[in-house]
Nanobody, 123 residues
């Protein structure tokens, strides 16, 4: 099970840190990713961290977002800096124990999803 939290309302240029708490499995063996969906748009990939430690980011967030893991807390974080209005969306975390590197950006590769946390960036 996944529980996403940390969303909120911020001004352009502000920061937020999203958390994804994981339970019900061996956390160290899971790849955890973040996706987002804005109103009227399809869900899109944001970032993912493989269990091995490798990370990947969407071009739109590179240099601004950082994904990390605290294995002692079974939690993955998404630190979001320099936020822009176009980052406004419902953010979801997702996990998979069987994902391969080439599919880390695909929502279909993840088989466990959190409930989403809203991020709103005002201009």
């Amino acid at each position: 099970q996944l529980q996403a939290s940390g969303g909120g309302l911020v001004m352009t240029g502000g920061s937020l840190r999203l958390s994804c708490a994981f339970s019900g499995g061996t956390f160290s063996r899971y790849t955890v990713g973040w996706f987002r969906q804005a109103p009227g748009k399809e869900r899109e990939f944001v970032s993912s961290r493989k269990y091995s430690g490798s990370t990947i980011y969407a071009d739109s967030v590179k240099g601004r977002f950082t994904i990390s893991r605290d294995i002692t807390k079974n939690t993955v974080y998404l630190q979001m800096n320099s936020l822009k209005p176009e980052d406004t969306a419902l953010y979801y975390c997702a996990a998979s124990a069987t994902i391969i590197t080439s599919t880390m950006t695909s929502a279909q590769a993840y088989n466990a999803w959190g409930q989403g946390t809203q991020v709103t960036v005002s201009s």
